[in-house]
């Protein structure tokens, strides 16, 4: 893995972990801009689909580290190295590859799974959940 590809990942990985933050402490990106004193533009450019000109996330730079770190109770140090750490884990499981964001989250898809282990909810289930989803009533039952 090249260093600009290692700077990309650990990119990605701070704002997933920006994002996970913000998750955790239910914070949406308009609160987060508040707090920092600035627009959600601001933060979207960022951390969303980026500028809505180019279409490319904006890079975060160490006043935006420092500003979002504050805002969201933790250090930019502290931020960074759960970046890092991510990062480091998704380099070191695939030597020579850039892992997609996704991937770093531990996300199986159908892809992942093998074919042996992959089956289908029983009849009578599958019946039950679109029941349930005809009348409005929540998906899950026993």
């Known amino acids: 893995m090249t260093e600009q590809e290692y700077a990309q990942l650990l990119s ?29 533009q601001f933060i979207s450019s960022r951390l969303d689909g980026g ?19 504050r805002a969201l109770g ?11 750490s991510v990062a480091t884990r998704s380099a070191e499981n695939r030597p020579g590859w850039l892992v997609p964001i996704t991937e770093i989250r531990n996300r199986r898809t159908a892809a992942d799974v093998p074919a042996s282990e992959q ?15 005809d009348r409005g009533e929540a998906t899950d039952t026993p």
């Open 51 to 69: 500028n809505p000109r180019t279409g490319e996330r904006v890079a975060i730079n160490i006043r935006d580290l420092v500003d979002i770190a």
């Open 119 to 133: 089956t289908e909810a029983p009849a009578h289930k599958r019946a039950a959940r679109k029941r349930s989803r």
């Open 12 to 40: 990605d990985a701070l704002v997933s972990e920006i994002k996970a933050e913000m998750g955790r402490q239910d914070v949406s990106s308009r609160e987060l801009a508040r707090r920092i004193g600035s627009n959600p």
């Open 74 to 84: 933790l250090t930019e140090v502290e931020l960074l190295q759960r970046a890092q």
